[in-house]
Structure formats: C-alpha cells, structure tokens
C-alpha cells in the first residue's frame, strides 16, 4: 500500500517485529540516512534506536549495480535490509518502510507497543530526475517552520525538487545583505485582495527569510535529498523591489508593494545598472543554494512600461535589436552568461522562448504544453509544469463550493491522469529533453498553512506517482492505496481535501466563486492548448 507505487512489490512469508530493541546499522556513507530514520523510528518505539546487533536489525547498505534514487528493500522475520545504488536510494527505501507499518508510525509519540512488518521485497526506482514542488512564499508568505514541514511531505511522497518562488510583486522574502531594503520595504505589503477580483482585507501582511534561515531549509532539504531551486522572478514580477529601490523601475513616481493579484505592468528598466544590481543580488543568492539549476523567472512580463521608455528604445537602437521581446532575451541571456560563468544552469519560464533562447537554458513549461514540446525539439532541456494538470492552487471540484474556488479544475483523478511528457512528444527523440516534472503552489489565494494542506494534499500524491511510479495508470488501484495513505497524512497532521469535497470547516463563506471566471480561465487554456497545434 506504498504511494507512491513501487516498481516491483512481492509479498513474502512472515513478518519482522519493530520494538525498542531493534538496532539501525550502517556503513559510514550511510550515517546520515541511519540517523534520519533512527529519528523517525525512535519515539514510535518509545526508546532510543540504537546502532549495533539488537534483537532484530535494519541494515542500510549500497550496491553499485544500482542507479543512486533506485532501491531494495527487502523486510523479513530475521531482519530488513536495505540497500541502494546511493544515499538517496536507501533514504527512499527507508521511506517506503514507514509505510509499511500502521499509520501510527507517522506520530511523533509512542505507538503503545511493537510495531509489525509485513515481509515483503521491493525494488523500486524513480521514473523521472526532476520530481518537484513550486512552492510560491512570495504571494503568501510561509513561516520557515511550515517550510520544513512541506519538505518533509514532500520527501515522504520521494520527492527531491523544491522550487522556491521567493520574489514576486506582492513581497521579496530573501534577506539580502547589499540591499536591506529589499526586505525592510519590499517583504512587507499593507493589505491583499480576497479571492482573484475581491475586496481588498485591510489587513498588512509579510516576512522573509534571513539567510540563516535559508540555510537552515537548504540543509534540511539536503538530508531528505531535495535541491532547493531559487527563483528571483525577472524582470517582471518585481514590483517589490522596484518598490525598495525605485531606480530599477520605469517611472519616476514611487510604486508600493504591490496589493492586488495578475501580472502587473511595472517591471524592470534595462539599465546596466539594473542589470548589475540583480547579479549582486544573485551573488548571495548562489552562496545560500548550492543548486546547479537557479530560476530566473522571465514569465508574463509586460512590455508597455518598455514601449514607452524613451531609455528601452534606445537601447534596443543600441543593442541592434529588433523589439522588446528581443530586448528580453537579450536580458535572459545576460543572466544564463552569468550563471553559466559560475557553474549553474539557468530556468526559466516558457516565455523565454520568446525572441530567442540562451542555449543551456532549461525551460519551465507551464502554459499547457505550449514550450514544453517547442523547446525539447529545440533541442533544451524542459521541466513540465502545465497549468492545464498540475497547478494546484486551481479548483479541485466542479461545484462552487470549493473555499476561494479559482483557475479551472483539477480533480484528483485529473492529476492522475497527468503524463509529463506531453502527448506531442511521445515516441519522438525529444522526449528525452524531459527532466522531469513539478506541481504548482501558486498562493495568491492560499492564505494560510492549513489552506496550502488542502490545496496541496492529496493531489501531490497523486502528481508523486505520475514523476516516480511506471507510465501505466490504474486508477482504482491508486485509490485503494490512497485508503491507506490518507491516515498517514491525517497522523501527521495534514489537513487534505476529502475526495467527497470540502468538510464544513474547509468551506470559506464570503468568496464566491464566479461562474464567469471560470470560463474565461477555460477559454485561455484552450487558445494555449491549440496554438500548440498551429
Ligand atoms: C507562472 O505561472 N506565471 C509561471
């Protein structure tokens, strides 16, 4: 009853015994996985799980016949043993013997006795390298314990990307030590709209993350094999920090941090200055993340502020370029050089297809699967993270009872239906350009920690399958282990979404959902889905 589903599952005869007695052993690559699951395991037992021969011992061991996320699990009376091609390998193996016991095993407190293993083998391997979460903090912000808290659902589900959204016009959540006042004025907005169109709720809201912070969440993700991707949002989405420092803006009134939800026509000048005042800020933005791959975001960027800037045109004279989308890619590339100089490799979002695409970059595909399928047959490496099946800050019901419904919907079963690679590339070379994927978060509309738990869960389970488990689907199988897993959840405290629909405390009475938005967000989804087409 393992989610996401194993490769290989064969029941075996008899059963291994879990108590206070038994021991963690490791070979010395392998201390901190041991350590981690001596950390999961101990208080269930209710007593200290030691290394060393105990009454029955989980082994952790590698074999170089293993690619490093594959595993073996193998649990039988005499002991469990497993092994991996990696670290990673053996922590995803170790995940999937917490399922294996009773949901109980997922509280931070004693189960009240032995704990009882099935026997059984496993072998198991991820589909795909990239199996991500955009978590967006910038929109709302997430208090850091709440962040650790994602990222250990998200390791529990054998995830290993998680997408930092830290940017955006609402709010600049990354301490910056060259530039306080990103944070000091740009983290920091006076009131949000209620719902996409709402009122406004009177009520300031903010945070960010110190750089101690930041630490601190990479290296925790670092123990449960996730890479935190960055993302600093250019050149639009910036209205924050145009807000902290008005001369990388357009205009010469001052902006605020921006209150309201859609994309926004304030963005970014293209002065070298600018330019240079955005790699500083990357500078301590690659000392904090040591991934290789870094966002830059390059989405919905409005070009009204750049076709009136009498400094955009001529630079555009100057440069030899032809308008202001070229003017974007010309900015991008600027980014991907400096990040290419240091190592890393440049994502950005499908729009920076547009005018031209710097070529290590990897793109983000997530206007249906518009870039996805131009990019891979281009030749770049692509992310899949369609709007049309993984965005799940949209509805997950048809009815308008869903609380702050938006977007169009996506139901459990839809994301379970989710293949990554697009339909267009299957069976074509290009279909190998597929990282992988990664739900959304978006969080215009997900105010609060128990909101994101129900936005969020169970469709990351679901969406865990289609990056982890084998292409075939079987969908009354998943929901048998759903029956399963969802106590797991409940143990840890998650307060998901009934399939049934919202419990009454769930509803949110005062944010109607609108018929109308609701075919319009459809009417955009089918022109992306068949521009692809034309
Ligand atoms: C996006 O949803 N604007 C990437």
Known sequence: MIVPKPVRYE????RFVLDRDTSVTASPPLGEVASWLRG????????????????????????DDLPPEAYRLSVAGDGVVIEGGGPAGVFYGAQSLRQLLPPAAFRKASAGGPLVLPAVLIEDEPRFGWRGCILDVARHFMV????????????????????????DDQGWRVEIKRYPRLTEVGAWRKESQTGWNGPMDGRPHGGY?????????????????????PEIDLPGHTQAAIAAYPELGNLDTPLEVRTTWGVGVNVLNVEESTIAFFQ?????????????????????????????????????????????????????????????????RLVGWDE?????????????????????????????DVITCPNTSVYFDYRQGTGEEEPVPFGTVLTLEDVYAFD?????????????????????????????????????????????????????????????????????????????RPESGPLPWQTRPGVPGRPEDRARWQAKIDAWTSNIRS
Request: charged share 25%; glycine share 8%.
């Open 11 to 14: 029941i075996r005869q008899g």
């Open 40 to 63: 999961e395991l101990s208080p269930v037992v209710g007593g200290e799980l030691l290394p060393g021969p105990g009454s029955g011992t989980i082994t952790l061991g590698l074999r």
């Open 144 to 167: 850091k314990q709440d962040v650790l808290r994602f990222i250990d659902l998200m390791a529990l589900h054998k995830l290993n990307v998680l997408h930092l959204h830290l940017t």
């Open 209 to 229: 993350y110190t750089q101690d912070d930041i630490r601190e969440i990479v290296a925790y993700a670092a123990r449960r094999h996730i890479t935190v991707v």
């Open 280 to 344: 500083n800020v990357f500078d301590e933005v690659l000392e904090l993340f040591p991934s290789p791959y870094v966002c830059v975001g390059g989405d919905e960027c409005r070009k009204d502020q750049w076709r009136d800037s009498p400094a955009a045109r001529r630079r555009i004279r100057e440069l030899g370029l032809r308008d202001e989308e070229e003017l974007q890619s010309w900015l991008i590339r600027r980014f991907d050089d400096y990040l290419a100089e240091r190592g890393r």
């Open 352 to 380: 920076i297809l547009e005018g031209g695409l710097a070529p290590g970059a990897v793109v983000a595909s997530w206007r249906g699967d518009l870039g996805a399928v131009s990019a891979a047959r281009a030749g770049h």
């Open 420 to 496: 990554p690679i697009p339909g267009e590339l299957r069976d074509d070379p290009a279909e190998a350009r597929v990282l992988g994927s990664q739900c959304g978060l978006w969080s215009e509309l997900i105010d609060s920690n128990r909101h994101m738990d129900y936005m969020a869960f169970p469709r990351v389970a679901a969406f865990a399958e289609t990056v982890w488990s084998p292409p075939a689907r079987d969908l009354a199988d998943f929901r048998l282990r759903l029956t399963a897993h969802l106590p797991r959840l409940a143990a840890v405290g998650v307060e998901y």
